[in-house]
């Protein structure tokens, strides 16, 4: 019987009537805090540093934590709002039951046999197996860590994978093929001293912001920038060069660039034949790429493509940062391994102010992807079918290697196999699929065929309206733990009040879990998070991602330590690959071939229009969060379609007009923002909401081969003009209310929607 989303009287709706507009006891509360905690960002991979005021049990306001160095007391204004979550009317502090008459609060006990008991009937029917554990990794180290040992030891299944397979894996692939090492080449200090920043599908100001002052310092210092993206960012604007492509045609463009520099003799021989193997192919992949061809498939003028490739050529020291733009697509790895191509050539790295960094996205996304919660992957990023690897952690975790499951499936493959029947059980946390996998109505089909679904959240996500049981967690701030930032910097997350009512962190329910499971023996010793992280340390000992010499007391200390870090002696690693030592066996970086391929799927006479999708600067990834902080949503109430005037005047569509957008997946009506800012034959939507107004709707299941991530870069759509009443209920409302704030702001404070 298929599942019906289940919702509480109390928490009206996911759209957010209940925003957070005030801190606990008004405005007019007393603003003396008891005291201020020192701890990060619970949002994005920059994990700005921030002091949050407490008073009694509540978190009540923030102070900028000026001498953390990464972002010295700046914040972007998720940041600044964060603390608008705590006391938030819609915070889960009760376990809730699925009923015939929906769901229903319920004690802890209950709940937890309710759990059990649906665990073990799935895989006492159907094995270990058909039971899958998805999760994320806003979660600490210690929490991804603590995931990737329960799913395998505490439920014996090998299904398990998290959300940074939408996000960090094309980059992690190619990091690991040409570097035999996936982190950032070098922590931020090195832009700042670059001739020349290339950064290529990021929207640095919105999603990265305080990278934006590290390019600035550097352009302070006479630094030229090349942005590639389809449309022009806020950084776009600045840029020296902006190089607005063709959804998904970015191989295109640096396969031509590496093309030019081999022929115009600006490729470092020297370097390439001490430290790199695979040059030779590289090049003969790229043999034919020459800027008549990339230009017919980019968009861009051959002029273009041949000042990028000069201005790089011409530089002595650079700096080249991507992120989702170019791995969200079918090709991301390659895309990634022709970025680094370029980087390898010009023998720009591992230098001072010579770099290359994908820019992680999610809180703790380069922490997570090292710790051993991915499909094919053990801590300290070690690979899960390498004997061993295995036998290394095996010894760790006192089991056996039969014990410990193989290779599991991917997110979207779990996702895909649950639509399939083959999979009849979940536990989700930290993950909300439901809004941010592609093909929604594939993802709502698939949840409401499971047998049993637990899912562990603070909020009532979109996904654990599906669910049998939803579990309270904790928020950021009442836990402890670590988290590794973009750079690479392992940094420490302070706790500065207890959670409410039953909620607990992730790795208490875990660790009662696997408890009451009867793998008590491989859990029992861990009694909280510095346990957790100090296991991790050994598990990590060896391997790439080596946390053995990082400490909890080192990294308040030290604000920060850069891993590798082999031993409590050494100071860490700020920049990698300095004297051109890879971390590959033979010491050398591995440069790939990267011959052209087209996006899965490409504008035709049906579907003429490329659409793209990505965030704002006011919402962070599905929405759960950011659409409940009543400040966010008044700056950005709901999604919008992206348009040039140009395209906009052919379908007669005006700012603001209602339009109809249809992909091959589905349709969905959204406003016009008409903006000079992207390329006139493409679109683009941001992604933060559910339901009619999710983006997902609209886009594509086809996956990189290799890396498993989502095209959601790229697909292709047919817009209409089409009439208000065409609108969703929820965008009218959300409109509404955004104008009614708008015009009342007397009353603001008051009010709660
Ligand atoms: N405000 C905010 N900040 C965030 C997040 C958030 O949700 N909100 N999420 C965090 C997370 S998890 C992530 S992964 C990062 C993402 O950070 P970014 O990758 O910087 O953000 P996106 O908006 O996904 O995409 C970046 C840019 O790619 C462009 N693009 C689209 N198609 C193409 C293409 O084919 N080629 C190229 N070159 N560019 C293309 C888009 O126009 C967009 O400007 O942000 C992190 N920071
Ligand atoms: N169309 C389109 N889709 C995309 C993208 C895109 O650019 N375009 N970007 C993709 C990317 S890069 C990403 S990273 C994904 C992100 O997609 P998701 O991972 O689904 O996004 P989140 O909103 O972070 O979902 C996390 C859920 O976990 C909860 N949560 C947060 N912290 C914790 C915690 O510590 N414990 C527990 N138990 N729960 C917690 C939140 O309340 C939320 O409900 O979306 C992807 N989807
Ligand atoms: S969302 Fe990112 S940039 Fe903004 S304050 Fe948080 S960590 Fe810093
Ligand atoms: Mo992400």
Redesign the pocket.
């Known amino acids: 019987m298929a599942r019906t989303p289940l919702t509480l009287d109390a928490l009206r709706t996911t759209y957010g009537p209940h925003l957070n507009l005030a801190p606990p006891g008004g405005w007019d509360a007393d603003p003396e805090p008891d005291r201020l905690v020192k701890t990060h960002c619970c949002?994005?991979?920059?994990q700005c540093g921030i002091q949050l005021k407490v008073k009694g049990n509540d978190v009540i306001g923030f102070e900028p934590w000026e001498d953390f160095p990464f972002n010295e007391g700046k914040l972007?204004p998720?940041g600044v709002k964060r603390y608008l979550q705590g006391n938030h009317p819609d915070r889960l502090t009760k376990a809730l039951v699925r009923t015939e008459q929906g769901f229903q609060e319920s004690e802890w006990a209950p709940a937890m046999d309710r759990v059990i008991q649906g665990i073990q009937d799935v895989q006492n029917k159907y094995g270990k197996d058909a039971f899958a554990v998805l999760s994320g990794v806003s979660m600490s180290n210690e929490k991804s860590y603590l995931t990737g040992k329960f799913a395998r030891l505490g439920l014996g299944t090998r299904n398990l994978d998290y959300?940074g397979r939408?996000?960090?894996v094309s980059a992690g692939v190619a990091n690991k093929k040409t570097f035999g090492i996936d982190r950032a080449g070098n922590s931020w200090a090195d832009i700042e001293g670059a001739e020349v920043i290339w950064v290529?599908?990021?929207?640095?100001a919105?999603?990265?912001?305080i990278t934006t002052d590290y390019i600035w310092r550097a352009r302070d210092r006479g630094a030229k920038l090349i942005m590639?993206?389809?449309?022009i960012?806020p950084l776009?604007r600045t840029a020296d060069l902006m190089?607005p492509?063709?959804?998904?045609?970015?191989l295109a463009?640096t396969n031509a660039v590496l093309h030019l520099l081999n022929k115009w003799g600006m490729v470092d021989h020297a370097f390439l034949a001490a430290h790199t193997t695979g040059f030779e192919a590289a090049l003969e992949a790229v043999k034919d790429c020459t800027p008549e061809w990339a230009s017919e498939l980019t968009g861009l003028p051959v002029a273009a493509l041949e000042k990028a490739a000069r201005m790089w050529g011409e530089a002595k020291t650079s700096f080249l940062l991507?992120?989702?733009?170019?791995?969200?697509?079918s090709k991301g790895v390659e895309?990634c391994l022709s970025a680094q191509n370029i980087v390898l050539a010009t023998g720009r790295i591992g230098k001072p102010y010579c770099g290359y960094a994908t820019?992680?996205?999610?809180?703790n996304?380069q922490g997570g992807r090292e710790q051993g919660h991915k499909c094919d992957q053990l801590p300290g990023n070690r690979d899960i079918e390498n004997p061993e690897h295995r036998a290394h952690v095996c010894k760790v975790w006192g089991c056996k290697d039969e014990e410990l499951p193989r290779k599991g499936l991917s997110a979207q493959e779990i996702m895909n196999a649950i639509h399939a029947g083959e999979i009849k059980g979940l536990l989700l946390l930290c993950f909300n699929p439901l809004v941010s996998l592609p093909d929604t109505e594939f993802t709502r089909a698939a949840l409401s065929k499971l047998e049993f679904f637990v899912c562990l959240d603070f909020f009532l996500s979109e996904s654990a309206q599906h669910a049998d049981v939803v579990l309270p967690s904790a928020l950021h701030e009442e836990d402890e733990g670590t988290s590794t930032s973009a750079e690479g910097r392992v940094i420490k997350l302070n706790k500065a009040v207890e959670p409410p009512g039953d909620a607990r962190p992730d790795w208490a329910i875990q660790l009662e879990i696997a408890q009451r499971m009867g793998q008590g023996k491989f859990f029992d010793h861990l009694k909280g998070p510095e346990d957790i992280f100090n296991e991790l340390r050994r598990a990590s000992s060896g391997g790439t991602a080596d946390y053995t010499g990082i400490t909890w007391k080192r990294v308040e200390d030290e604000m920060g330590v850069f891993w590798p870090c082999p031993t409590e002696g050494h100071p860490g690693t700020p920049r990698l690959f300095e004297g051109g030592r890879f971390y590959h066996a033979d010491g050398k970086a591995h440069l790939q071939p990267t011959p052209w391929r087209p996006?899965m799927e490409v504008v035709d006479a049906d579907f003429p229009v490329?659409l793209?999708?990505?965030?704002?600067?006011?919402?962070?990834?599905s929405?759960t969060q950011?659409r409940r902080i009543g400040f966010l949503v008044e700056q950005c109430p709901h999604p919008y379609l992206e348009i040039h005037p140009k395209l906009a005047e052919r379908f007669g569509i005006a700012d603001g007009d209602p339009v109809e957008i249809t992909s091959r997946r589905g349709a969905m009506v959204l406003p016009a923002k008409v903006v000079k800012t992207?390329r006139p034959d493409?679109v683009?939507v941001?992604?933060?909401w559910p339901g009619d107004l999710s983006v997902n709707r609209l886009t594509a299941r086809h996956l990189d081969p290799q890396s498993k991530i989502p095209e959601?870069?790229?697909s292709a759509c047919r817009i209409k003009k089409t009439t208000a009443d065409q609108l969703s209920p929820e965008l009218a409302e959300l409109q509404r209310m955004a104008y009614e704030a708008r015009t009342n702001q007397a009353v603001l404070p008051e009010r709660v929607f």
């Open positions: 949002f994005c991979g920059q972007c998720k959300n939408l996000c960090m290529q599908g990021s929207n640095i919105e999603c990265s912001p590639v993206d389809p449309r960012t776009g190089l492509l063709k959804p998904g045609s970015d463009l991507h992120a989702r733009g170019i791995e969200h697509q895309n820019i992680t996205g999610q809180g996304g996006a490329w793209t999708t990505g965030r704002t600067v006011f919402h962070f990834l929405g950011t992207i493409t683009f941001p992604y933060h959601f870069k790229v």
